[in-house]
């Protein structure tokens, strides 16, 4: 006999998207039915906030899936017979809820996920994708603190598919759940997983975020699962960025902003302010000019119009950036605050080793 899932441990935070990522046969649909406590694992245990689920009886399950773990299966798993918003107002139902409160509550999640306007329609008259959104409205409905999601957007073609991982990403920004995401898409898991578990035959091989995993993989396996990737989509500019040096206070002068382009070859020094805050950059030419004129400050020489990108953003987005850019650019948090450079040289030769091979609401897993 072989085991489905073994020797399987890992902990899924509060908040997180969580992929669990394997092939057909992999062990992926036994270990999330273990999570919901649909089957039941032979040994080890399977805890959400604390507390053993393997421990609990059919009453205390029923409750659990109605209070705090919705799910989002492959093929929608609508009633034919029900219109769109009673279906999203299902989770509601079994938990008694009053129809007034969970067909408002259906409403409002059906908007969210792009279906108002829909709610008098059945799932026949619905294209694949939108019967997803529905299953999603109705997972999110319930309100549980936990989603998950069984191969859920692998029945839909691929451009609908992206439609709903945009989705998922979107509505977890303002709706924060914890996600465990089952899926056999690479690309998906990558895309999606805050961080990612490489299952194989029941045993996972390697859990990291989609950089770790594609620039450290564990062994040769997840190497070459990893090498057709397209790095360019997973890795971000927090990946490639330089420490900044060409960088000036925002108190300092003309000749302190000279010297330092002087000292590090740079045609243009950033401007900080004292948090360190990107107020945009002084040119080596109206710098020069301004020491000469014997200018003892920054005032009317600093270029405001210096936009900086994101820390996640793909590298694939930073090439017409860093093409068209005079002087490196730059990676700022959601405060402004600088927190490195890249300059075109880097990217390409980021470039030329990404296009080679490389070799409180939680749950927790032990099986």
């Known amino acids: ?9 890992f902990e899924v935070e509060d908040g997180e998207i969580f992929v669990v990522m394997g092939l057909s ?17 032979t040994s080890g245990s399977i805890q959400v906030d604390g507390v053993d689920i393997t421990d609990m009886g059919g009453k205390e399950l029923r409750e659990l899936r109605q209070q705090k773990i919705s799910m989002v299966f492959q093929h929608f798993a609508l009633f034919p017979h029900r219109t769109v918003l009673e279906n999203a107002a299902y989770g509601l139902e079994v938990r008694n809820v009053p129809r007034p409160e969970r067909l408002e509550k259906a409403r409002e999640f059906l908007t969210y996920v792009g279906l108002d306007g829909w709610e008098d329609g059945y799932p026949d008259q619905l294209s694949g994708g939108m019967q997803q959104r529905v299953g999603l409205a109705r997972a999110l409905a319930a309100e549980t603190d936990i989603l998950l999601m069984d191969e859920a957007f692998s029945a839909l073609d691929p451009l609908i598919r992206r439609e709903m991982q945009d989705l998922l990403l979107d509505l977890q920004t303002r709706l924060n759940k914890t996600i465990v995401f089952i899926t056999h898409d690479l690309n998906e898991a990558m895309r999606l997983g805050d961080r990612v578990a490489m299952l194989r035959d029941g045993q996972i091989m390697q859990i990291g975020t989609a950089e770790e995993i594609l620039t450290d993989p564990a062994n040769d396996y997840v190497a070459q699962f990893v090498a057709d990737v397209d790095r360019t989509r997973v890795l971000t500019a927090h990946s490639v960025m330089e420490k900044p040096l060409a960088v000036v206070d925002a108190n300092g002068g003309p000749r302190a902003a000279v010297r330092v382009m002087r000292e590090t070859q740079s045609a243009a020094a950033f401007v900080l302010s004292r948090e360190r805050r990107l107020l945009g950059a002084v040119h080596a030419e109206p710098a020069a000019k301004a020491v000469r004129e ?13 936009q900086p990108v994101d820390p996640n953003t793909a590298v694939a987005d930073l090439f017409t950036r860093c093409a068209e850019s005079p002087f490196p650019v730059p990676v700022a948090d959601g405060d402004g605050k600088l927190l490195g450079v890249i300059p075109r040289v880097t990217l390409l030769a980021a470039l030329g080793n990404l296009t080679g091979n490389s070799k409180n609401d939680e749950v927790t897993a032990d099986v």
């Open 1 to 9: 006999m072989t085991a489905a899932v073994a020797d399987v441990s």
């Open 25 to 41: 046969g992999s062990g992926k649909s036994t270990l999330i039915r273990m999570l919901n406590g649909i089957l039941e694992p």
């Open 294 to 306: 014997g200018k003892a400050d920054l005032d009317g020489l600093i270029d405001d119009d210096v």
